[in-house]
């Protein structure tokens, strides 16, 4: 028995024309016990590749991309082998197919949590990311790039591998014309937030009611906390991050620390009124460094100004 089986990936490796021929496709070769725990594509999107690690002082720096881009996330279920362990073969395969590393970083000297959440990955629970133990690395061949993460649970390896051919529309999708979207995640109030943790890895607790500038949560009883703690209970192995956000207006240093203020009111409002295990739910800040519309009006101001649940973990034992 071999050590490692081949999972195949297409990536286009045509130049910047807007419709091209598919090359050969890339082997990666993982370890033997890799099962794809999600994947997903879009024929024409756009992806910020990260370059850089997250200070204090600024976000991450990262390259803008518009093309053809493929996901794909692995479990290595059982897997004993440290993130470096599991890391080091892939990086070699990379640069042997003639791939030049831009970036490549590990944990706290990436940025940590704030650098993780700057990440587009697949959400849990196809990729599991440990804030204390993970490893990055972003790619270019001519037109071509990738970003690799790799990160462990307990007893799992996981992998999440995103390709983007630049400038590239895939041709079987001639109706879908290459563009920009500006508003992640709007829409999302549609759906429960139970739905939108385990489709997305993220949602929005909408109706949240702070005081102009103070990070006490107003008294009260709000539908998205109630909803939250119902998944919750019916997910017992689950446990979330609550990512609290600011729209642009004063310093980031100050809005992080307002933010995370925030989230930890509503993980306090979680844990006393409905009684979710404080283990279970940690808070943290990021500022006005995600806004998921625009910040010159003050309607995309107040809804720049709120807390998401983010899913961590669930049954990865």
């Known amino acids: 028995m071999t050590m490692f089986r081949s999972a195949l990936l297409s990536i286009a490796l045509s130049g ?12 990666l070769d993982l370890p033997e016990d890799a ?11 756009d992806y910020s590749l990260l370059t850089g690690p997250w200070t204090s002082a600024a976000p991450a720096s990262a390259r803008a991309l518009e093309g053809t881009r493929i996901d794909t996330a692995w479990r290595l ?51 599991h990311v440990d804030l204390g133990d993970f490893l990055y690395l972003a790619a270019r061949k001519g037109p071509e790039y990738l970003a690799l993460t790799v990160s462990r649970s307990s007893n799992s390896g996981f992998v999440n591998l995103t390709t983007l051919s630049a400038g590239v529309v895939d041709a079987a999708r001639p ?38 500038g103070a990070d006490e949560l107003k008294p009260g009883s709000y539908n998205s906390l109630a909803a939250l703690a119902d998944y919750l209970a019916s997910a017992p192995e689950a446990s979330i991050a609550l990512v609290g956000h600011t729209d642009m207006e004063g310093a980031l240093a100050g809005n992080i620390d307002l933010s995370k203020r925030r989230a930890e ?53």
């Open 265 to 317: 009111a509503v993980r306090q409002r979680l844990i006393s009124d409905y009684g979710i295990a404080p283990e279970r739910i940690v808070a943290e800040g990021a500022g006005w460094l995600a806004p998921i519309t625009t910040n010159l009006t003050e309607e995309g101001r107040r809804t720049n100004r709120r807390v998401e649940a983010v899913l961590t973990s669930t049954s990865l034992e």
């Open 77 to 127: 279920r059982g897997n004993q082998q440290t993130t470096l362990q599991i890391m080091a073969p892939l990086r070699s395969q990379i640069e042997n197919a003639g791939y030049t590393v831009l970036y490549d970083c590990a944990t706290e000297a990436c940025g940590g949590f704030d650098f993780r959440y700057q990440l587009d990955l697949l959400p849990e629970p196809g990729m």
């Open 16 to 27: 910047l024309a807007v419709v091209a021929a598919r090359a050969e496709p890339l082997q």
């Open 175 to 212: 109706d879908n014309p290459l563009q920009i979207t500006t508003t992640k995640g709007t829409g999302q109030e549609s759906r429960p937030i139970g739905t939108l943790l385990q489709t997305e890895g993220h949602g929005v607790l909408d109706g949240l009611d702070f005081a102009s």
């Open 35 to 45: 099962t794809i725990s999600a994947s997903d594509s879009n024929p024409a999107t």
